[in-house]
């Protein structure tokens, strides 16, 4: 059962797969509310991923019609649904491709849910980011602080999670600097990070 907010998000769905020069994007509004475990999210600030882009030029086939894209989500709680009692009204949250996964298989009991094969993603099996509002899992959403630009923070919850686990995992001593990259289609990307052990960079 969800919490009727009577709210309506606005936001650009897909509703027809094709080129960015097709405009296939279109304005959208919709009721939002809230299900058990959700939160909903007045969205401050929204990324662009390059699978945001194959997902609206169709490179991506949509699993659903009228997808509202985005996965890099920045903003606060304005209510919880039933059985959400993580994140407080208010609380700046984040919102990341990986959506929900079983919890129960043997990549989640291993702490690799990336690779849970009943996965779901958020601007794909469900509403993203590219909204006023969005719904997010609770179990999800990742707490950000409430001093940083929300701008800068939304890139972290896609290439940031991306270049984190190798990070993490890797055996950087503190202090070292590496290099992760990376390559998609049309595109490569480079970025430098810190092992998390390391002060923050200044540079």
Same mark, same amino acid.
């Given at each position: ?10 936001? /650009?769905?897909?509703?027809? *797969? ?10 959208? $509004? ?13 969205? $401050? ?11 609206? $030029? ?23 649904? *039933? ?13 990341? /491709? ?6 129960? =298989? ?6 690799? $849910? ?9 601007? /794909? ?11 997010? *899992? ?6 950000? *602080? ?31 600097? /590496? ?21 923050? =960079?200044?540079?």
């Amino acid at each position: 059962m969800s919490v009727d907010t009577g709210l309506v998000a606005h936001g /650009w769905a897909v509703h027809r *797969p094709g080129p960015i020069g097709d405009h296939p994007l279109e304005r959208t $509004e919709r009721p939002v509310s809230p299900g058990p475990g959700e939160i909903l999210v007045r969205v $401050e600030a929204c990324g662009v991923c390059r699978t945001d882009l194959h997902l609206a $030029e169709g490179d991506l086939a949509p699993k659903r019609p009228d997808t509202v894209p985005g996965h890099e989500i920045v903003g606060r709680v304005l209510a919880a649904g *039933p059985g959400a009692t993580r994140f407080p009204p208010g609380r700046r949250v984040g919102g990341a /491709w990986l959506r929900s996964t079983c919890g129960v =298989c043997r990549y989640c009991r291993a702490g690799q $849910e990336n690779l849970c094969p009943h996965s779901r993603y958020t601007g /794909w099996d469900a509403d993203g980011g590219y909204a006023d509002l969005t719904v997010l *899992p609770e179990r999800f959403a990742y707490p950000l *602080p409430d001093d940083a630009d929300p701008a800068h923070l939304a890139p972290l919850l896609c290439a940031g999670i991306i270049g984190y686990g190798p990070c993490g995992a890797a055996p950087c001593p503190p202090a070292d600097a /590496w290099a992760c990259t990376g390559s998609a289609p049309r595109r490569t990307s480079r970025s430098r990070w810190q092992s998390p052990r390391a002060p923050p =960079c200044m540079s």
